[in-house]
Structure formats: C-alpha cells, structure tokens
C-alpha cells in the first residue's frame, strides 16, 4: 500500500547504445528478456516498488538514450535524480572507455552534488570479454562508485544493483526527504542495513 512506503527515487540509467540499458529496466521491473529489445528514443520510463531490509521505496526509473543524436533531449531527465547507474558492455571496451564521458555529462546536469552512481558491467553471459571484473573495479573505485557486474538475460546481479543502490541512497542524509505528519515517525535509522540477495553475486562497495 502507498502509506508503506517511504519515498519515491528517481534513478537514471544511463550509458552507450547498445549496453542493455532497455534489458537491464525490462528484467528488474518484468522479469523479462527481449533479445530484439529495438534502441530506446529519448526515453524509457517504468515504475516499481522494492523493499530493502524492512524499508519500501518506490523506484522512478528513466533509461536514456545512448545515441548521439538525442543526447540533447537528456538533460531535463537528470534533474532531481538520487541515483544513476552507468553501463558499459563487458564485451566492448569502447563503451567501457566513454563511462568518463557520461560521468562527466552525470556531474555536469545533476542537481544534486551527493547523487548515488554505481557502474554495472553487463553482458557477463557472453564469452567475448574485453573488459576485466578487475578493471570495471578499479574504474569505480576511482570514481567512488558502486560496482557490480550483471547480464539481463542470466538475471545475474540485476536486482542487487538496484537493491544495493536505493540501500546506498536512503542511507545518504539530504539526498531524499519525505513529509511527514504526526503519526509518521520513520527514518532511516529505525531500519538495519541489510545485505542484498544478489543470487551468487556480491555487490562491491569500492
């Protein structure tokens, strides 16, 4: 029920054409796979409820898209957002070499300075790697991002991204508020973090 929960997040998902952005948002909020998932026009947007420990936020998820010719159309969808999760393609190096690029573009439209960001190497179930789990690693840790490696059609560690970073964000002070009346008394301190369910994956906090 809507009086359970606590918030409601915007999260981005955000990265190069291609990555599995539209896949990543199809198999958390459907369970589902589409192979011929076409490429996103602008912007996607989809809606679901998840809960962390004992906490239920209701997550406002826009996947952008990665093509160059509607990068002008973005901007506007940054506003506001609490987390961003940026994706490369384990199999392609050139967009795990643009993440600086839409880091930058992230920290230049954000308008809030404590955003939640974690990168997500997917497409782990293909064979082809060029990306190493070491150096997907190392890049967050650099940037002090989240880190977590996933494949959309396996299911592999696509829930644990999004539990793991609305954890991150209702536990950032300032980066979200709720209103609150005389009989709602909850905060995030009434709640212990929990370690997400990530299915055999851990999540990595760099």
């Not at 420990?53 to 002008?72: H, P």
């Not at 490369?88 to 809030?112: A, G, H, M, R």
């Not at 650099?142 to 999004?162: M, N, P, W, Y």
């Not at 979200?176 to 909850?186: G, N, S, V």
Request: hydrophobic content about 35%; glycine content about 6%.
């Amino acid at each position: 029920m809507d009086e359970d929960i606590l918030t409601t997040l915007k999260i981005l998902i955000i990265g190069e054409s291609g990555v599995g952005k539209s896949s990543l948002l199809l198999r958390f909020t459907d369970d589902n796979f589409d192979p011929s998932e076409p490429s996103t026009i602008g912007a996607d947007f989809k809606a679901k409820n998840i809960t962390v420990g004992n906490t239920t936020v209701k997550l406002a998820i826009w996947d952008t898209a990665g093509q160059e010719r509607f990068r002008s159309l973005t901007p506007s969808y940054y506003r506001d957002a609490q987390g961003a999760i940026l994706v490369y393609d384990v199999s392609n190096i050139q967009t795990f070499q643009k993440l600086e690029t839409w880091l930058e573009e992230l920290d230049t439209y954000s308008t809030k300075n404590n955003i939640v960001k974690m990168v997500v190497g997917n497409k782990i179930d293909k064979g082809n790697r060029e990306v190493s789990r070491d150096d997907g690693m190392k890049f967050a840790r650099r940037h002090q991002t989240l880190f977590i490696e996933s494949s959309a059609k396996t299911r592999d560690g696509v829930q644990c991204a999004f539990e793991e970073l609305v954890q991150k964000i209702i536990q950032t002070p300032g980066l979200w508020e709720r209103i609150q009346t005389d009989t709602d008394q909850i905060r995030v301190s009434d709640h212990e973090p929990s370690v997400p369910s990530c299915g055999g994956w851990r999540c990595s906090r760099v």
